[in-house]
């Protein structure tokens, strides 16, 4: 089964306006949820991680609000550019079991001009 | 920042035959992942490794193989390829020490298993 679950599984926004990816999450024993871009024809790349003893990791323009009780997370990316259109992957990990890093299926965001 | 190179970059496969995917990194981090790509899915991990000598499945290892022979080199083995095998195949590497490593992706092997 999915452990990771993300959503939507695409997205287009216009440029300038928020981008919000979504994320949720079964295992409690989760301790470490990184978020990956990936361009097209490219390798995956780190973007922005959180830890569950923060609520909220900001970057920039882009920002991971937790929610631990619901096993929620999401991706705000504020004042999106063309630059942004992507897959973004939201992950996760735990300390136990060897630090098996598991993905969702990630989320195609179009950001147009 | 650290290096993965996968080979081949490209592959094509019958079906029943065997499949070697090779991953070398030099920044001699512990951990090496293999995932697969598929649209739909994500990546999906395969085996893992925790240091030379060492493999752990992942969540989906049927059908696959892996070896560490050594820090730097990690191999992902079909034994008999399969067409469900068609897939583009993710070697990654990290640090070790806590669960919040980052993984550097290798740039991936398309594999077509016709």
């Known amino acids: 089964q999915q452990q990771v679950r993300q959503s939507p599984q695409s997205l287009t926004v216009w440029e300038g306006e928020t981008a919000i990816l979504n994320c949720s999450y079964e295992?409690?024993?989760?301790?470490?949820f990184p978020w990956y871009w990936q361009f097209p024809r490219e390798s995956p790349a780190l973007l922005i991680a959180i830890r569950p003893v923060s609520n909220k990791k900001e970057d920039g323009r882009f920002t991971i609000f937790f929610n631990k009780r619901e096993k929620k997370l999401s991706l705000h990316i504020t004042d999106s550019q063309p630059g942004d259109s992507a897959t973004y992957f939201c992950a996760a990990s735990a300390g136990t079991g060897g630090y098996k890093v598991v993905f969702g299926s990630g989320t195609r965001l179009l950001v147009s001009p | 920042e650290a290096a993965v190179t996968q080979s081949p970059r490209n592959k094509v496969a019958v079906t029943g035959g065997k499949v070697t995917l090779s991953c070398n990194q030099t920044?001699?981090?512990?951990?090496m992942y293999w995932y697969r790509q598929d649209t739909g899915h994500g990546l999906r991990l395969i085996h893992y490794?925790?240091?030379?000598?060492?493999?752990e499945k992942g969540d989906i290892p049927d059908g696959y193989k892996a070896s560490r022979p050594s820090q730097e080199n990690f191999s992902l083995i079909l034994e008999l390829a399969t067409p469900s095998q068609t897939s583009v195949y993710f070697c990654a590497s990290g640090d070790t020490g806590s669960s919040a490593e980052t993984l550097y992706f290798g740039s991936g092997t398309r594999l077509t298993v016709l």
């Open positions: 295992d409690s024993t989760f301790d470490y």
């Open positions: 490794s925790y240091g030379a000598g060492s493999t």
């Open positions: 920044n001699n981090h512990n951990n």
